[in-house]
């Protein structure tokens, strides 16, 4: 017979398809907003809606609350302007939007979570349960604090996760320090003088210009950043030409990302590549316009609250199915917004199957990726033993 928690993650799996057929980006998640309302009001817990636009925070106190202590867990609820290629029975219906990177879990764990320790309350404080807008890009987080979120609800501590394809579902990953890295992004316009392709020693070719700076962007990495640290530098786009095969345009626009994770490496990174884009072009002749936007700083974890996490995974899954010291990535998360303000900590979840060939298994942000519903019992039996080992009656 199945227990009351296995109970709730098998209704929170409806619940997961649900909002994964109705996805929304940025600050336009209603959907998901008043699906999480609805049953938070259902269940008689009480909630604020509208911080961040969509964003909603619930709060749930155990049976006692005289320890005075209070933690957040977060779950992100936005999608991405992505067209769905899963073949499974429960698709976008929202054309050119999708959950591909399981935050329609991370919601429907939360929400498992949110129903078990209403019920049980087996907890000293109180749990505020952060559902969060607008992490792809939005800068959610940061805008929750802007409103007041830590004011209005006081937490010593803030708690999250990812699921994570390229680990296997049982397992789990935590580190102390950096577990996602800082992005910024860059736009360069460059503005040559075109002609006919025939005669290019009248023009100032912006394709020309456009290769050169792709390969020496990478000298970034190879020659002005320690081995020791970590940067990386992409060039994703490269857009030049007028169509034609025999006309030289006058402009190419280039975009990159860039990650770091020491403040330092940072700095240097930005630096030289202003002082690359501008040296190349400038040797070419050329005009050049870079637009350089800092996104989100690292998500680093507190060494405490981390090693606190690696103990709750370890009740969860066993101690020989958790890495205490994982690998970070290069990825990036706006939760670490929330790690400037609180001390807390983010981790990874796998969700990747054995033989590796499934929507599971299929990279975030993939059009064929899928978030794994057997994850959503672990999930909630994580933020369950969290509460009742952080807040003990």
């Known amino acids: 017979m199945a227990t009351p928690i296995e109970k709730i993650a098998e209704e929170m799996a409806g619940v997961r398809q649900d909002l994964h057929q109705n996805p929304a980006t940025s600050y336009e998640e209603i959907y998901i907003s008043n699906k999480i309302c609805e049953l938070l009001t259902a269940w008689g817990i009480k909630h604020e809606r509208g911080i961040a636009v969509t964003g909603v925070v619930a709060t749930i106190e155990g049976q006692k609350t005289d320890s005075g202590k209070a933690i957040g867990f977060r779950a992100d609820i936005d999608a991405l302007n992505i067209i769905e290629e899963t073949k499974h029975n429960y698709p976008s219906k929202i054309k050119g939007k999708m959950h591909a990177c399981g935050h329609d879990g991370h919601t429907a764990t939360l929400l498992g979570a ?198 709750v995974l370890q009740d969860v899954l066993g101690a020989e199915n958790v890495d205490v010291d994982c690998t970070p990535t290069m990825a990036a998360e706006d939760f670490g917004t929330f790690l400037q303000h609180k001390p807390g900590c983010y981790f990874f979840f796998g969700q990747g199957t054995e033989g590796g060939k499934t929507a599971h298994d299929e990279p975030l942000h993939s059009p064929r990726y899928d978030f794994n519903d057997k994850l959503l019992l672990p999930g909630i039996q994580f933020w369950a033993r969290l509460a009742e080992k952080a807040l003990p009656l």
């Open 114 to 311: 949110a129903k078990y320790l209403n019920e049980t309350r087996n907890f000293n404080g109180k749990i505020h349960l952060l559902f969060q807008p607008a992490e792809e890009g939005g800068w959610g987080a940061g805008r929750m604090v802007q409103e007041g979120l830590f004011d209005k609800h006081p937490m010593q501590a803030v708690y999250g996760f990812h699921n994570w394809p390229w680990m296997k579902f049982g397992k789990a990953g935590v580190c102390a320090g950096g577990i996602f890295a800082s992005v910024d992004e860059a736009y360069i316009a460059i503005k040559g003088r075109g002609g006919h392709a025939a005669v290019p020693e009248n023009t100032i070719d912006p394709v020309v210009i456009g290769s050169h700076l792709v390969l020496a962007l990478q000298t970034i990495v190879s020659r002005n950043v320690s081995p020791l640290q970590q940067a990386v530098v992409t060039i994703a786009n490269f857009n030049g030409g007028t169509g034609a095969d025999n006309i030289i345009a006058d402009t190419a626009k280039l975009t990159a990302t860039l990650r770091t994770y020491a403040p330092e490496t940072r700095l240097r990174v930005e630096k030289r590549f202003h002082e690359i884009v501008k040296g190349v072009c400038e040797t070419f002749g050329a005009e050049v316009e870079i637009d350089y936007r800092r996104l989100y700083d690292p998500t680093v974890n507190d060494p405490h609250h981390a090693a606190f996490v690696g103990e």
